[in-house]
C-alpha cells in the first residue's frame, strides 16, 4: 500500500483527508498541518509558495509516495512550484467554480474563497475558461479560517460573521455556492442554516480524492507495489506545527470517518523536521 501525505494550513484539509479515508481506508496517511502560521489566505504570495513548499518536501523526506496539497491557496499560489521540486505526484485542490457553473440553473454562482485565493492567478485563467453568461459573486471569507481553527464552525459568533459574507451572494440570487476553501465544508450546517436547502453548495474533495486513487493506481502500476499484504484500514500520523494533540482531538470531532479503525498517532512538527 502507498503512504499519502496530506498538507494543509491547518484542519480544512481533514476534509479531503474524511474522503480519502472513505475512498481509500487502505492507504497509509501523515496529515500535516501548519496550524501555528495559519491562516494562510491572509499572508503574502512568496510566503505561502517558500512555506508550502518546505512542506511539501518535508513530506517526501518522510516518504510519501503522494501528496495532496489539501489547501486552495497552496495550491494556487505554490503547486507549480511544488510540481518542480517534488519527485512524487502532487494533486492540488481549486474552487469548484466550473462545476458550479454547469450545475447553476440560474447562472448565478456564489464564490466562497479566501482573499488570496480570489486574487491569485490561477483562479482567474480558471475563471476566463468559462461561459460569459455565468455570473461569478466573489466573497472573501475573511475571519472564517481562525474560528474554525479554534473549533468554532458551529458557534454564534462564526453565524454572524458567515452571515455577512453570505449577504452579498444571496442578495445577487445565487443558487449555487462554490466552497472554494477546504475548511469551509465544515461550515455547512450553519451554510444551510443561513440560506436553507435549496441553494447547491459546491465541495471538490470527492473530486480531489478520485484524482489521487488515479495517481496511486498508476504507481502501484509502475512500481508494482505488492497486494498481498492489503489491509483494510491504514494508519493515519497526524503532524502539526502547533498542537498534535488538538488536531487530533479536532480530527475525531470534523471528521465523519472512524478513526478507531485506524492505527492513529500524532507528533509535534518540530520533533520530526
Same mark, same amino acid.
Given at each position: 500500500?502507498?503512504?499519502?501525505?496530506?498538507?494543509?494550513?491547518?484542519?480544512? @484539509?481533514l476534509?479531503? *483527508?474524511? &474522503? !480519502?479515508?472513505?475512498?481509500?481506508? %487502505?492507504?497509509?496517511?501523515?496529515? $500535516? #498541518?501548519?496550524s501555528?502560521?495559519?491562516?494562510?489566505?491572509?499572508?503574502?504570495?512568496?510566503?505561502?509558495?517558500a512555506?508550502?513548499?518546505?512542506?511539501?518536501?518535508?513530506?517526501?523526506?518522510?516518504?510519501?509516495?503522494?501528496?495532496?496539497?489539501?489547501?486552495?491557496?497552496a495550491?494556487?499560489?505554490?503547486?507549480?512550484?511544488?510540481?518542480?521540486?517534488?519527485n512524487?505526484?502532487?494533486?492540488?485542490?481549486?474552487?469548484?467554480?466550473?462545476?458550479?457553473?454547469?450545475?447553476?440553473?440560474?447562472?448565478?454562482?456564489?464564490?466562497?474563497?479566501?482573499?488570496?485565493t480570489?486574487?491569485?492567478?490561477?483562479?482567474?485563467?480558471?475563471?476566463?475558461?468559462?461561459?460569459?453568461?455565468?455570473?461569478?459573486?466573489?466573497?472573501a471569507?475573511? @475571519?472564517?479560517?481562525? *474560528?474554525? &481553527? !479554534?473549533?468554532?464552525?458551529?458557534? %454564534?459568533?462564526?453565524?454572524?460573521? $458567515? #452571515?455577512?459574507?453570505?449577504?452579498?451572494i444571496?442578495?445577487?440570487?445565487?443558487?449555487?455556492?462554490?466552497?472554494?476553501?477546504?475548511?469551509?465544508?465544515?461550515l455547512?450546517?450553519?451554510?444551510r442554516?443561513?440560506?436553507?436547502?435549496?441553494?447547491?453548495?459546491?465541495?471538490?474533495?470527492?473530486?480531489?480524492?478520485?484524482?489521487?486513487?488515479?495517481?496511486?493506481e498508476?504507481?502501484?502500476?509502475?512500481?508494482?507495489?505488492?497486494?498481498?499484504?492489503?489491509?483494510?484500514?491504514?494508519?493515519?500520523?497526524?503532524?502539526?506545527?502547533?498542537?498534535?494533540?488538538?488536531?487530533?482531538?479536532?480530527?475525531?470531532?470534523?471528521?465523519?470517518?472512524?478513526?478507531?479503525?485506524?492505527?492513529?498517532?500524532?507528533?509535534?512538527?518540530?520533533?520530526?523536521?
Amino acid at each position: 500500500m502507498s503512504l499519502v501525505g496530506v498538507f494543509d494550513s491547518g484542519v480544512g @484539509g481533514l476534509s479531503i *483527508l474524511d &474522503e !480519502a479515508l472513505r475512498q481509500l481506508p %487502505e492507504h497509509d496517511y501523515i496529515y $500535516l #498541518a501548519d496550524s501555528a502560521n495559519a491562516p494562510y489566505g491572509e499572508k503574502s504570495s512568496e510566503w505561502i509558495a517558500a512555506r508550502s513548499l518546505h512542506l511539501c518536501q518535508f513530506l517526501a523526506r518522510a516518504n510519501c509516495d503522494a501528496i495532496v496539497v489539501a489547501c486552495n491557496t497552496a495550491t494556487a499560489e505554490a503547486i507549480k512550484h511544488i510540481r518542480a521540486q517534488v519527485n512524487i505526484p502532487v494533486v492540488g485542490v481549486e474552487p469548484g467554480i466550473k462545476p458550479a457553473a454547469m450545475q447553476s440553473q440560474n447562472g448565478v454562482v456564489g464564490v466562497l474563497a479566501t482573499e488570496a485565493t480570489l486574487k491569485s492567478d490561477k483562479f482567474n485563467a480558471l475563471l476566463a475558461t468559462l461561459p460569459s453568461e455565468c455570473r461569478f459573486i466573489k466573497q472573501a471569507g475573511a @475571519g472564517l479560517v481562525p *474560528l474554525i &481553527e !479554534a473549533g468554532k464552525a458551529d458557534s %454564534e459568533e462564526t453565524l454572524d460573521l $458567515l #452571515a455577512k459574507h453570505l449577504e452579498p451572494i444571496q442578495d445577487a440570487g445565487s443558487d449555487t455556492l462554490v466552497l472554494g476553501c477546504t475548511h469551509y465544508p465544515f461550515l455547512r450546517k450553519a451554510i444551510r442554516k443561513l440560506l436553507g436547502d435549496s441553494i447547491t453548495l459546491i465541495d471538490t474533495s470527492d473530486a480531489v480524492v478520485r484524482q489521487l486513487k488515479r495517481q496511486l493506481e498508476t504507481l502501484e502500476q509502475s512500481k508494482k507495489f505488492a497486494n498481498s499484504s492489503k489491509q483494510e484500514h491504514g494508519a493515519v500520523r497526524f503532524i502539526s506545527s502547533k498542537d498534535d494533540v488538538a488536531l487530533r482531538n479536532m480530527a475525531q470531532d470534523l471528521m465523519r470517518s472512524d478513526l478507531q479503525l485506524h492505527d492513529v498517532s500524532s507528533t509535534p512538527l518540530e520533533l520530526v523536521e
